[in-house]
């Protein structure tokens, strides 16, 4: 199947608007791609909307200590109710890998536990290459792979509209490649 098929939904939370910046330039490249996005921030939405798409893109930064954006924080218990199976799901995080590099985008990791339990299917990992960090809840064990794109806006930042093009380009393929096997 083609991306462009796909009714895909992308559901952000943010404080300072770093996420909802990444959001945008995510639905940007998708659109490029012909594919419309529907943008929602997760304060402003109700969960259940998640089983509304075909295709979902979830953004989250991580704070401090590894710490969850407090809005999807506040979706936690309605997060672990909802189903997602047949749901393809690709994610991305915001951290920073040299002031928090114990915890880069762990909080990613956290959205990968709970779509994992609600039978979505995970798309767009992204690989470690080029970033400098101790550990991640996002990481595969052997630190090789992120569960999805990893975002540095405070470290770095110049390389972030590239990476954007690359995994959206990435999730155009995984879909179509999704859909063959």
């Known amino acids: 199947m083609r991306i462009d098929a796909l009714k895909t939904g992308l559901f952000y939370g943010t404080d300072t608007g770093n996420t909802e910046e990444i959001a945008d330039k995510i639905s940007e490249n998708l659109a490029n791609v012909g ?33 969850i954006q407090s809005e999807w924080d506040r979706v936690n218990d309605q997060l672990r109710a909802v189903d997602l199976t047949g749901k ?11 002031g928090y590099g114990d915890y ?8 990968r536990d709970h779509v994992s ?26 630190k090789s792979e992120f569960c999805g794109l990893a975002i ?13 093009e690359q995994w959206v380009d990435q999730l155009v393929l995984e879909v179509a490649e999704k859909d063959a096997a």
Do not use: K
């Not at 690709?90 to 890998?97: E, I, N, P, R």
């Open 152 to 164: 540095d806006e405070d470290q770095q930042f110049e390389l972030t509209d590239q990476r954007i």
């Open 88 to 98: 393809t799901v690709a994610l991305f995080g915001l951290g920073d890998q040299f």
């Open 35 to 67: 594919c419309a996005v529907e943008m929602h921030d997760i304060s402003q939405s109700e969960v259940g909307q998640l089983q509304d798409y075909e295709l979902l893109i979830l953004g989250i930064p991580t704070w401090d200590f590894g710490g």
């Open 117 to 142: 339990s609600a039978g979505g299917q995970l798309i767009g990992h992204w690989s470690t290459d080029g970033y400098d960090f101790e550990e991640s809840r996002a990481a595969n064990a052997d």
């Open 104 to 111: 880069f985008v762990d909080a990613m990791g956290w959205l």
